[in-house]
């Protein structure tokens, strides 16, 4: 775990593209070990071509635009964002939940604060990560892939704030809204509420981190952004209304407090 937290300061403290691949590879080597063998090889191939990609890609980005799309194509790649996201569903596959939301949490950072530093280019990746990842939420069949593909709106959301400078702000609720996710995992009603707050369901704190980063978002995204969200939620609603249906006694006072949670979101379409 410290050699991931290493590997973060030294991407962050740096502004050699060299040091930078090497702070990469330090986070990656020390997240292996934690990768169950039916899929460590996979996560380690796909990141190492993604590291090298983005080095090449840096190294050599004002000689070339091609070389800049290698570097962005790099980021996305480490990232596991869609569309280059095929790997990220063969390494959560045999693993426990902690490292699969570690996987959607702190190892997204470093290709996060190398994406700060890029321009301000990303409207194909915030569209297709927020509406595709809301649409295969509702085809979601079990809640791991439920909250991956939902975590691809939620990454929508956060490269939006790119150009306002509270990208940091969304990924640390984010990472904070994970923590809980997996505190609760599976073990009560508190893992139900933790996934409403990840949906964004009002009065959640998820809801209004929306509500506030909405205000510095630019007008272009906003469409996009909230249909993903949309998706979303429908996605867990529908699941959590099957959830208390088969552990509530009292189901349908369970959909009258749902209806409650949501009058809010109602009211601001």
Excluded: C, D
């Excluded at 085809?139 to 509270?166: K, R």
């Excluded at 809204?177 to 990840?198: A, D, Q, R, V």
């Amino acid at each position: 775990m410290m050699g991931m937290v290493l590997g973060t300061l030294m991407v962050i403290s740096t502004s050699s593209w060299v040091v930078l691949w090497m702070g990469m590879e330090v986070n990656l080597m020390s997240f292996i070990p934690f990768l169950k063998k039916q899929n460590a090889m996979t996560y380690f191939i796909i990141q190492s071509v993604g590291s090298l990609m983005i080095l090449f890609g840096g190294v050599y980005q004002f000689m070339s635009s091609m070389m800049f799309f290698l570097l962005l194509l790099g980021i996305i790649t480490k990232m596991g964002l869609m569309p280059l996201h095929f790997w990220v569903p063969l390494v959560m596959k045999f693993n426990p939940p902690q490292i699969f939301l570690l996987l959607l949490s702190w190892q997204k950072l470093n290709p996060l604060i190398l994406l700060s530093f890029l321009p301000n280019s990303m409207f194909i990746i915030i569209f297709i990560n927020s509406l595709l990842g809301g649409f295969f939420s509702l085809l979601s069949s079990s809640i791991p892939t439920l909250i991956m593909f939902s975590g691809f709106v939620h990454w929508s959301w956060i490269l939006s704030l790119i150009s306002s400078n509270l990208h940091m702000m969304y990924f640390s609720v984010y990472m904070i809204i994970i923590f809980f996710l997996y505190i609760y995992y599976y073990k009560s009603y508190l893992f139900m509420m933790s996934l409403l707050n990840f949906a964004g369901v009002p009065p959640m704190p998820g809801f209004f981190l929306k509500l506030f980063s909405m205000m510095f978002i630019s007008k272009n995204y906003i469409f996009f952004l909230l249909m993903g969200s949309v998706l979303m939620l429908t996605a867990y609603i529908r699941s959590m209304m099957i959830f208390f249906k088969e552990k509530s006694h009292n189901y349908n006072g369970i959909l009258f407090m749902l209806f409650f949670m949501l009058l809010p979101s109602l009211m601001l379409a």
